[in-house]
Nanobody, 122 residues
Framework: QVQLVESGGGLLQPGGSLRLSCAASGSFIDIGLMAWHRQAPGKEREQVASITSDGVTSYAGSVKDRFTISRDNYKNTVYLQMNSLNPEDSAVYYC????????????????WGQGTQVTVSS
C-alpha cells in the first residue's frame, strides 16, 4: 500500500534548526492532508502542523512562528522546518498522510511514518 519514510532527526543545541522530511512510496492514487506530530516521553501524541493538498497550513500554538510545514506534491514529500528549537521540542516526530489507494475510486486512509527522534539539549 503506502509507506512513509522519515529522515532528518538528530541531536542539537537550543536555538538550533532542523529540517525533517517524510516521503511516501508505494501504490496510491492521491495524497490529501499531510501532517507532522510529536510525542514526548510520558505525554500524548500531538499534532504540530498540517498542510492540505491546496497548501493551506495550520500550526499548534507552541510551534507557530518557529516551525514551517511544506510539501512537494511531485516528490510526495512533506517537510518540517524547525527553527529556534528548545528542549521542550524534544520528542519523536511522526509524519502522517491521508492517501487514496486501491482500485476504482479507491479508499482514503491515514498512514504513518515510523518516527524520528529530535533531541534538543545543551
Amino acid at each position: 500500500q503506502v509507506q512513509l519514510v522519515e529522515s532528518g532527526g538528530g541531536l542539537l543545541q537550543p536555538g538550533g534548526s532542523l529540517r525533517l522530511s517524510c516521503a511516501a512510496s508505494g501504490s496510491f492514487i492521491d495524497i490529501g492532508l499531510m501532517a507532522w506530530h510529536r510525542q514526548a516521553p510520558g505525554k500524548e501524541r500531538e499534532q504540530v502542523a498540517s498542510i492540505t493538498s491546496d497548501g493551506v497550513t495550520s500550526y499548534a500554538g507552541s510551534v507557530k512562528d518557529r516551525f514551517t510545514i511544506s510539501r512537494d506534491n511531485y516528490k510526495n514529500t512533506v517537510y518540517l522546518q524547525m527553527n529556534s528549537l528548545n528542549p521542550e521540542d524534544s520528542a519523536v516526530y511522526y509524519c502522517s498522510m491521508r492517501c487514496r489507494y486501491g482500485k476504482g475510486w479507491g479508499t482514503w486512509s491515514t498512514f504513518w511514518g515510523q518516527g524520528t527522534q529530535v533531541t534538543v539539549s545543551s
